[in-house]
Each structure stands twice: as structure tokens, then as C-alpha cells.
């Protein structure tokens, strides 16, 4: 079965700073992957998605890249700030069917401090 | 505002009673999921829906039923066949086939009395 891992249960950094969170998964490229953000007692809101044949993704701060021979996505916050912290989760759909195919990761927990 | 709503915020259960999380959106969207978060784990599938009066199992479908009688409505009843239910339950709904992102509700906290 395919894997998904975010190999930082939780990552602190200072503000104005670049956060770096990865997402690995095993075996076949996905046909894309998704990065959502969700806070304490919230649903999570969908920020990026790259897809299978791109490299990277701009979304104002926000970075996504997509390496398919190290069979990892990595997601920069530039200029972090403390409105930053939350959980982010990653989520793969490795046959472009549909939502009901996504496999989510754990999420890693961002704390931006002051 | 267009969205998804979700009630109760937070709903207890006592030993082998049956309660129904609520869930409506009127984003006009085709197909409709539930999840469960458990802190740790990835958020799991737990039934979905692609068309009105039609239902899938996920990965996690024992104890639980869902109906669609609605475009608009989607609830899950946690049976007292489901002995782990407490969890944060999300409901999610997405445009369908090809919609490449999901738009999640506030979420039900369940917790068991």
C-alpha cells in the first residue's frame, strides 16, 4: 500500500525565518499532492497543489516543490510569522480519480515563535 | 457566504446509543465525504459520495452508516457497533470527479460518556 510520511511530528521556528516542512511517500509518483493547513478544533483549508509533471508552486509566501527521484515534496513559508503556526498536512492522490483516492500524512505542527 | 456547516460542535455518546453528525453545504458540490482524525494519524476515509442516493464505503466504513437523500446533505450516524468513536469527524465535499482540492467543515468533536 502506498505511504505517506511528514517526518516532523512538530517543527519550531523563529520569526522571519523560512519554515521547510517535507512529505516523502513510497513507491509511484502520485499524480499530485496537496498541502492544507489546519488550526486547533478547525477543518483543514487547502492552500497548494502540484502536480506530478511540475517542480515547484508559488502561492504569495508560500513554496511547494516536487522531487520525483527523492520521492519528496517540500513546503517553505518565507518570512514566517506567529499567524503561521498551525498544523500542516500533506495529501497525496497517486491515480488523479478523485478526492476519494487522497491519502493524508499526519501533519507536522509549525510553531513560529516572536 | 458559501461553505460547509457542521453540528454539533461537540456531541457525547453514552454506551450503546446511536447519534448523527450533521452536514451541509451549499457550495453546489456533486460529492460529499466523511472523515475521522485521531490525534497522530492521518485523517481516514469513512464513507463518500459522488451522487445524490448513492454511497461508498472508506477505509474505516464498520459502525458507521451515512444516506444522501440530498445534494446538499450528508450525515453519519455513529452506531454503537463503532466501540472507538471518539475522534474529531470531518465532513468534506469537492465539485467530483476531477476536483483536485477539498473543502473541509469546522469539524464535530465526538466524545464518549
Known amino acids: 500500500s502506498q505511504k505517506i510520511e511528514q517526518n516532523s511530528e512538530a517543527l519550531n521556528i523563529q520569526e522571519g525565518k523560512t519554515a521547510t516542512l517535507t512529505c516523502n511517500y513510497t513507491n509511484y509518483s502520485p499524480a499530485y499532492l496537496q498541502w492544507y493547513r489546519q488550526d486547533p478544533g478547525r477543518g483543514p483549508v487547502f492552500l497548494l497543489l502540484?502536480?506530478?509533471?511540475?517542480k515547484e508552486k508559488r502561492k504569495e509566501r508560500l513554496k511547494v516543490t516536487f522531487d520525483t527521484t527523492l520521492k519528496q515534496s517540500l513546503f517553505h513559508i518565507t518570512a514566517s510569522q506567529p499567524a503561521d503556526s498551525a498544523t500542516y498536512l500533506c495529501?497525496?492522490?497517486?491515480?488523479?480519480?478523485?478526492?476519494?483516492?487522497?491519502?493524508f500524512g499526519k501533519g507536522t505542527k509549525l510553531s513560529v515563535i516572536p | 457566504d458559501g461553505g460547509i456547516t457542521q453540528s454539533p460542535k461537540y456531541l457525547f455518546r453514552k454506551e450503546g446509543q446511536n447519534v448523527t453528525l450533521s452536514c451541509e453545504q451549499n457550495?453546489?458540490?456533486?460529492?460529499m465525504y466523511w472523515y475521522r482524525q485521531d490525534p497522530g494519524q492521518g485523517l481516514r476515509l469513512i464513507y463518500y459520495?459522488?451522487?445524490?442516493?448513492?454511497?461508498q464505503k472508506g477505509d474505516i466504513a464498520e459502525g458507521y452508516s451515512v444516506s444522501r437523500e440530498k445534494k446538499e446533505s450528508f450525515p453519519l450516524t455513529v452506531t454503537s457497533a463503532q466501540k472507538n468513536p471518539t475522534a474529531f469527524y470531518l465532513c468534506?465535499?469537492?465539485?467530483?470527479?476531477?476536483?483536485?482540492?477539498?473543502?473541509f467543515g469546522s469539524g464535530t468533536q465526538l466524545s464518549v460518556l
Open positions: 468534506a465535499s469537492d465539485r467530483g470527479q476531477g476536483a483536485e482540492k477539498l473543502f
Open positions: 495529501a497525496l492522490d497517486y491515480s488523479g480519480a478523485g478526492s476519494y483516492q487522497l491519502t
Open positions: 459520495s459522488q451522487i445524490v442516493n448513492d454511497f
Open positions: 502540484i502536480r506530478e509533471n511540475e
Open positions: 457550495l453546489n458540490h456533486d460529492a
